[in-house]
């Protein structure tokens, strides 16, 4: 069955640490993958995403995630993590004629 | 400007009473779906329609019921059949169903 996986539910940090976010995918054929993140407060809102082409995708606000397609991975990346990074992180997938999945969140803490 | 209006931002009803949530879109997108998002759970997925006057039952579909009669609009009943209601719900669109999805601010529902 399609899946979408993410192993990290909370972390916590302090600012200028470095950060990786894990993302598991399981999916036959093609597939296209997200990364929305979700500001306490605000609405989710999309940080990047892969459909094809260079695997290593530049988002908003300095993140950066990479497709590998041998490990089944869109881990999610920024060097160096700011207190206003702090809000839950959601990796999604889908393949070009279905609906997407979501993992179930990623909850990233900064602290000043 | 564009979005995804939901309304009402808080509802509180009576146990065994339907509810309606409100969802409006002036992107002229195809697709629209409807989450629920639980702590520690991420978005699980209710209805979608990837055009009007069609819809799909997503993962938890049961004690739920939606309609699409305009594309601007895609409205879901909470039934008394829903066991656990109070929830965070969610709605979003995009173009196609395999394109990233624009989000509103979701309603909060609380049942008394």
């Known amino acids: 069955a399609q899946s979408v996986s993410q192993h990290n539910h909370h972390v916590i940090l302090s600012e200028a640490a470095s950060l990786e976010l894990g993302c598991n995918y399981s999916?036959?054929?093609?597939?296209?993958l997200f990364w929305y993140v979700q500001y306490p407060g605000q609405h989710l809102q999309l940080l990047l995403k892969?459909?094809?082409?260079?695997?290593l995708v530049k988002g908003i606000k300095g993140f950066e995630a990479e497709f590998i397609k041998s490990k089944f991975s869109f881990n999610l990346r920024k060097p160096s993590v700011q207190w206003s990074d702090t809000a839950e992180y959601f990796c999604?997938?889908?393949?070009?004629?279905?609906?997407?999945?979501f993992g179930t969140g990623t909850r990233l803490q900064v602290f000043p | 400007d564009g979005g995804i209006t939901q309304s009402p931002k808080y509802l509180f009803r009576k146990e065994g009473q339907n509810v309606t949530l409100s969802c409006e879109q002036n992107l002229n997108h195809d697709a629209m779906y409807w989450y629920r998002q639980d702590p520690g759970q991420g978005l699980r997925l209710i209805y979608y329609s990837q055009i009007v006057n069609d819809f799909q039952k997503g993962d938890i579909a049961e004690g739920y019921s939606v309609s699409r009669e305009k594309k601007e609009s895609f409205p879901l009943t909470v039934t008394s059949a829903q066991k656990n209601p109070t929830a965070f719900y969610l709605c979003?669109?995009?173009?196609?169903?395999?394109?990233?999805?624009?989000f509103g601010d979701g309603t909060r529902l609380s049942i008394l």
């Open positions: 999916y036959g054929g093609t597939v296209n």
């Open positions: 999604a997938g889908g393949s070009n004629t279905d609906k997407l999945i």
């Open positions: 979003a669109s995009s173009p196609r169903v395999d394109q990233p999805q624009h």
């Open positions: 892969y459909f094809s082409g260079d695997p």
